[in-house]
């Protein structure tokens, strides 16, 4: 009996602070942005992932594109309206993310927006490393962030 009591106390205790914690993401959309953002570049990619066979080739480069952009102005508190790629380079600069990794990032966008409408088509092995890639550069981001 004495055990269940315990139990039932540290559940209560628990479950404050895990309330308490879900609050405190609620209120602060900045703290939820930043929280989220691995979750939400997985599920664009995820995305991409499925346009990889598809025959259009901007379809897919527009999800690692969003992907990629997501990412950035949700771990770098970046509006949309604000975003371009030399407000992601500074706000990557300031967070101290080594020059390589800031040039892995803007090449890989070069190249989306340069396949996405150029109307030419990739290769599944070039679609497959430029889906490597953005998983690369965002899980090397993250070590930064």
């Known amino acids: 009996m004495r055990f269940l009591s315990t139990m039932l106390i540290l559940f209560f205790i628990g479950f404050l602070f895990y309330d308490d914690h879900r609050a405190k993401i609620a209120g ?17 990619l995820a995305e991409a992932r499925k346009n990889i066979k598809g025959e259009k080739s901007e379809l897919f480069y527009k999800s690692v594109n969003e992907a990629l952009s997501r990412f950035v102005q949700d771990k770098m508190n970046i509006d949309l309206t604000d975003f371009n790629i030399q407000n992601a380079r500074t706000a990557m600069k300031e967070k101290k993310i080594p020059e390589e990794i800031i040039k892995e990032y803007t090449t890989l966008m070069d190249e989306c927006y340069f396949s996405q409408f150029s109307g030419t088509q990739s290769s ?20 930064y962030i």
Do not use: F
Request: aromatic residues 2%; without cysteine.
């Open 28 to 44: 602060n959309k900045v703290l939820a942005r930043n929280k989220y953002a691995g979750r939400l570049a997985s599920k664009l």
């Open 124 to 143: 599944m092995e070039e679609k497959n490393q430029v889906l490597q890639k953005a998983r690369d550069t965002i899980t090397k981001m993250e070590k």
